[in-house]
């Protein structure tokens, strides 16, 4: 017999517990006895246990013998693990029980009927919510933490070599994770969650799921939990709010992914062996030569790729018997029993929306507002306890769902009234971080000229990829979305142009699940018929205003002069227009981006009964947003609050549940005189411009702050980023400089008027001797000989008298391994204490970016190139003069790669100022090469 005290079951009848115990264990082997004889037909249910609890269809002796058919176990009595099989639950079983597991038994028959085990969460019994969702605490969190141990990981490249990028995205990846991780710790440890709510087994989730069942009938039970449902009065709220909400987390992975471009960039060696590996297998699968080939003389190839609904695909791989079927992703079931709440008008609400439309369209076709007509109707508008009254909103649904007329961002309840049968399924915010890592981690493989857009989305320029690979650009684009649906299992569409506009509407074009190259010859036909209103140019109310003076489509609109759209929409949007109905699109591809604002808002739960709550909240709001600030690094100078109050006219409960409803929206902006990033200094602007606006709490429906104006932590804004590093050596880079064919004057426009004397007459007799010191600088060198700027006059030395601490990346590089040394310096702005540097002179060693080793140089010069700064002359100087001198050195390996990354960036940036720096420059290296070698070096083009 098995004892207690050996912690065995005890079969025993002295006590209940055992007399319990030893029933237990008969009915279990009562039930092993039936699985024997059973016929096994499959093992679906390997490892699952069930129990049923009250009425279900099936009964429970029907899936008890469905349990034992498809290998799994059933328990007449509850144990821990297991699911708990319901129907409906009487509300006293409720109240006193964790409905985490608490399943319909349609999880066992329709997983029966798809052959595998379904996702139980899809069946939840207590999951609806009354609107919309409820925060659920600590979940999110949960699945970030989990990310970390889990980070995808990266393919092998080439033969199992990896390369510097893919060893560094491992890195980036688990860095990312770890931010976004921190993010949700820093702002939890800040405002110290109530560990009892959070942990507590019915949380509001369930607590408002409870009034979805339709068990909750009674009113006061209603009340009494719509009652306790969190606001932003608690003091918990805002890390909730932020831990659940959808578009925060887009947000954070569209940042993230931004990030992880940059630093791609920054961190890696451009080199891509995986391209070989594209080029192998391309040429393998090719039938017949290439007719695709590029002819680059047209330019630039921009491809746009999106994963096809992204969020649904996501969801799908766990749920394949929906593929093919309308599906959504939401919060909300849908068709489940919600509660009607006092006070709400949906039909005002809609109405006033609606008018304040009217008045926009008015406002944009030219008409005063008085003039302005609009339909005053009732509506026949579902409550919201009528399954057509639902107004959680679609995060994403599939083009099956699109079929039916549902879009994006529909409300639920509209959306069920065009499809009843629309099949929903929940977020899954793990499994877009890991497919979203995969889509960039692919494309990283082949190329780093990378725009990120978005998780799912992002523009990538191919041209050098296709050129250096000789492949075509279908073949790529089909080899490509092959790799990523079997790595991700998630269908994506690629669209390719000659610029930014083409590729994205050349996407559009190709969705779902395809790709079309708008070649040059097709732009024209293609543009005609594009909808004005999907040029990424033109927003709601251009779109309204175009129509209003009868213009619809590209081709209409291309009858208009560039004048009259001048005239019509002001000379910026009238010339935007104008470009873009003909496809034509100058903005250069951004790969290096840089964050202009800060900001946190929040619009949903807002409800405070007194000044006193409101006050606290902007407190609480000012610390995410300094704990924002903290993690992108940056302080700011201008603060901006934004209150969302309720119009006057508006019901005051609104049709969405804590939604924010009919509001008006006030900004208040305050300067400071100096950047920060001091929450003490934010939360007191903050509340003093509340203050000044004397708004009654109770009418406050949303709230957010923004910083703008931003600077870097300790890092001011640097001007010639070359010349600062070297400033100290500033005698000798004016003599270089004056011995440089670099014209004194800023504007790289104007060739310079004579060519070094690198001419056939510097024969190579004159080839000066390989030595340390750099040839240019030897006045007796033919290298040395050079002409007056264009201006005649001689350069003048730099003006900087004292260095300025620049990029902190830029810092750490330099004092490592160099001849600079760190002295405490100390950022007026911030209390931080950074390094000063210094050059040390030592007249006989090198000086300025002769005395970097190479790796230096490059992380330097991909430093200036992205600085976004005018290039001075000084700093062309030095570099033409470390290219020379690496001529000199023979050292031709090293000089071509860095030639071609500044041909590529010099290119990409698209400026005429930096197209002249790299024309100066190379014009140096190659009357160099001619002094060397007797020939120029061979650039390919
Ligand atoms: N306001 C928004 C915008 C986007 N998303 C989420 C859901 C989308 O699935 C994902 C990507 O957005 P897209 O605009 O790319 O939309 P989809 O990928 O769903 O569809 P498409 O195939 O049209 O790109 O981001 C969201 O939840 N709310």
Same mark, same amino acid.
């Given at each position: ?22 029933? $237990? ?115 999110? =969190? ?66 408002? /799921? ?81 007719? =695709? ?100 909103? $679609? ?165 208009? =002069? ?349 400026? /005429? ?29």
């Amino acid at each position: 017999m098995w004892r207690r005290d050996n912690k065995f079951p005890d079969n025993g009848f002295e006590q209940w517990g055992g007399y319990m115990q030893a029933k $237990i264990n008969k009915l279990e082997e009562q039930f092993s006895s039936r699985a024997g004889n059973e016929a096994k037909e499959s093992n679906i249910f390997n490892g699952v246990s069930i129990y049923v609890n009250g009425f279900t269809v099936p009964s429970a002796d029907e899936l008890k013998v469905l349990m034992v058919r498809h290998g799994g176990v059933y328990h007449t009595y509850q144990k821990n693990n297991d699911y708990i099989i319901a129907s409906n639950l009487p509300d006293t079983k409720v109240k006193n029980m964790s409905l985490a597991r608490v399943v319909k038994p349609e999880w066992i028959t329709d997983s029966i009927k798809s052959n595998h085990l379904l996702d139980y969460r899809e069946y939840l019994l207590y999951r609806n919510s009354i609107t919309q969702p409820q925060l659920n605490f600590a979940k999110v =969190s949960k699945t970030l933490n989990s990310l970390v141990e889990n980070a995808p990981q990266l393919k092998q490249t080439v033969s199992g070599k990896e390369n510097d990028i893919s060893n560094f995205m491992k890195k980036e990846e688990k860095e990312i994770d770890q931010f976004m991780v921190s993010e949700v710790k820093m702002s939890n440890d800040i405002k110290q969650p109530d560990k009892s709510f959070s942990n507590s087994k019915v949380n509001n989730q369930s607590k408002v /799921d409870d009034i979805d069942s339709a068990k909750f009938k009674n009113i006061n039970d209603i009340n009494k939990i719509i009652q306790t449902t969190k606001t932003a009065a608690d003091p918990n709220f805002i890390s909730e709010f932020y831990n659940n909400s959808r578009l925060h987390h887009i947000s954070q992975l569209g940042a993230c992914f931004k990030q992880y471009v940059n630093d791609l960039r920054e961190k890696t060696d451009f080199l891509f062996p995986s391209r070989a590996w594209l080029k192998e297998e391309i040429f393998k699968s090719r039938k017949q030569a290439n007719l =695709s080939q590029l002819n680059f003389e047209n330019g630039k190839v921009i491809m746009h790729i999106d994963m096809d609904c992204f969020f649904v695909s996501v969801g799908l791989r766990n749920r394949p018997e929906l593929r093919g079927k309308p599906v959504a992703v939401t919060h909300s079931k849908g068709g489940q029993f919600r509660t009607k709440r006092s006070g709400v008008d949906r039909n005002t609400e809609f109405q006033l929306y609606r008018q304040r439309q009217a008045k926009q369209i008015g406002k944009a076709a030219g008409i005063p507002e008085e003039e302005v007509e609009f339909e005053s109707r009732v509506d026949n508008i579902a409550d919201e306890d009528d399954k057509y009254g639902c107004m959680s909103e $679609i995060a994403s649904c599939s083009y099956e769902a699109r079929a039916k007329g549902i879009s994006n961002g529909m409300f639920m309840g509209a959306a069920l009234k065009l499809c009843p049968d629309l099949q929903t399924i929940s977020y899954d915010f793990e499994g877009y971080k890991e497919v979203a890592f995969t889509l960039y981690n692919t494309i990283a493989q082949y190329t780093l000229d990378i725009e990120a857009v978005s998780c799912d989305e992002m523009y990538v320029d191919c041209t050098e990829l296709l050129k250096d690979t000789g492949i075509g650009v279908q073949e790529f684009a089909t080899f490509l979305r092959t790799e990523i649906k079997s790595k991700t299992g998630c269908p994506c569409s690629t669209g390719f142009g000659g610029n930014r506009l083409q590729a994205r509407l050349a996407t559009k074009h190709a969705k779902p699940d395809g790709q079309f190259f708008l070649i040059v010859e097709l732009v024209e036909d293609f543009m005609f018929n594009i909808k004005l209103k999907d040029l990424p140019g033109v927003g709601r109310q251009t779109a309204q205003k175009l129509e209003s003076i009868g213009h619809q489509t590209c081709g209409s609109l291309q009858s208009l =002069s560039l004048a009259i759209l001048q005239n019509h929409f002001g000379n910026k949007t009238g010339a935007l227009l104008f470009d873009q109905c003909r496809g034509r699109d100058t903005t250069p591809l951004t790969f290096f981006t840089v964050r202009k604002s800060v900001s946190a808002e929040v619009n949903y739960g807002i409800r405070f009964e007194n000044n006193n709550q409101c006050i606290e909240f902007l407190k609480q709001l000012s610390v995410e947003v300094q704990t924002r600030m903290q993690q992108y690094k940056v302080l700011g100078k201008c603060i901006t609050l934004k209150l969302m109050v309720r119009a006057e006219e508006a019901p005051v409960e609104t049709a969405k549940f804590m939604g924010h409803g009919f509001c008006n929206v006030i900004n208040k902006s305050t300067s400071l005189n100096n950047a920060t990033n001091d929450v003490e200094v934010i939360t007191k602007e903050v509340i003093s411009l509340w203050k000044k606006q004397n708004i009654d709490p109770k009418e406050m429906r949303g709230v957010g702050i923004q910083i703008t104006k931003l600077d870097t932590v300790n890092n001011k804004p640097i001007k010639g980023t070359l010349s600062k590093f070297l400033v100290n050596v500033k005698t000798k880079t004016e003599e270089k400089c004056n011995s440089l064919n670099i014209p004194e004057s800023v504007d790289f426009k104007s060739k310079p008027e004579c060519k070094p004397d690198f001419s056939t007459k510097n024969s190579s007799k004159t080839t000066p001797k390989k030595t340390k010191s750099i040839a240019i600088a030897k006045q007796k060198s033919p290298v040395t000989v050079f002409p007056k700027s264009p201006s005649g006059k001689r350069g003048r030395p730099p003006k900087v008298a004292k260095i300025q601490v620049p990029s902190r990346n830029l810092l750490k590089t330099f004092i490592k391994g160099s001849n600079i040394k760190d002295t405490p310096y100390k950022n007026p702005m911030v209390n931080t204490v950074m390094p000063e540097i210094e050059i040390v002179k030592k007249e006989e060693k090198p000086q300025g970016l002769l005395s970097l080793p190479w790796e230096k140089i490059r992380e330097l010069l991909r430093a200036w190139l992205d600085s976004g700064q005018t290039p001075l002359p000084c700093d062309v100087g030095m570099v033409t003069e470390y290219m020379c001198e690496m001529v000199v050195n023979k050292n031709i390996d090293k000089l071509y790669i860095l030639i071609k990354f500044l041909r590529r960036r010099t290119s990409e940036i698209g400026s /005429d100022d930096w197209k002249e720096v790299y024309k100066i420059i190379i014009e140096n290296v190659q009357n160099a090469m001619i002094a060397v070698y007797g020939k120029p070096l061979f650039l390919g083009d």
